[in-house]
């Protein structure tokens, strides 16, 4: 092995262990909250109970992770 691909390999290993560990402290950080907590602008509270309930409706939650 010659000097060039040493370097190449080095740097590869240590660009794949900061990737890593970046990519697994973003992905920490993402969590789903169950519930928003909002407050309806252009609509009364009733309002805003029935528009959330038409779009639990129209969009069912899943078993699958939100993006």
Known sequence: MN???AIKNATLLLG???SASAISGVM???KAEPKLNWTPKFCTA???S???AL???IIPKTD???L
Do not use: F, I, N, S
């Open 28 to 30: 920490a950080g993402c």
């Open 55 to 57: 779009v639990d409706r």
């Open 16 to 18: 794949g262990v900061l």
């Open 46 to 48: 009733d309002e805003a």
């Open 50 to 52: 029935t528009l959330e």
């Open 64 to 66: 699958t992770p939100e």
């Open 3 to 5: 000097r060039r691909d």
